[in-house]
């Protein structure tokens, strides 16, 4: 069973950092794209970034403002975890934010909440 379950969401003020980490279980984690994504009321489930299993990026434009140069994914294959460090966060960067992989089918973690706030 394929479970993927993020931590790390909270309140921050603008300026202020955050690492997201989303742990795997169920797949090989090692051969796998995972993503993270983005969503906000009202608005669709945008790409935020996505490391390829050989630890190639890409960043997306989420909601027309690139998180390229503040945000940096990363993986841990020994610890069949994805990570998303956020720095100078911004109040648009609140949203949920999704931990993603293709394994066979589509699997979403259950979302961790990223509120930036003064």
């Known amino acids: 069973q394929v479970q993927l379950v993020e931590s790390g969401g909270g309140v921050v003020q603008p300026g202020g950092s955050l690492r997201l980490s989303c742990a795997a279980s169920?797949?090989?984690?090692?051969?796998?794209?995972m993503a993270w994504y983005r969503q906000t009321p009202g608005k669709e489930r945008e790409l935020v970034a996505r490391?390829?299993?050989?630890?190639?990026?890409?960043?997306?434009?989420s909601y027309g403002d690139s998180v390229k140069g503040r945000f940096t994914i990363s993986r841990d294959n020994s610890e069949n975890t994805v990570y998303l460090q956020m720095n100078n966060l911004k109040p648009e960067d609140t949203a949920t934010y999704y931990c993603h992989t293709f394994y066979g089918a589509i699997y979403w973690g259950q979302g961790t909440q990223v509120t930036v706030s003064s």
């Open positions: 169920g797949i090989t984690f090692g051969r796998v794209t």
């Open positions: 490391i390829t299993s050989t630890g190639n990026t890409y960043y997306g434009d």
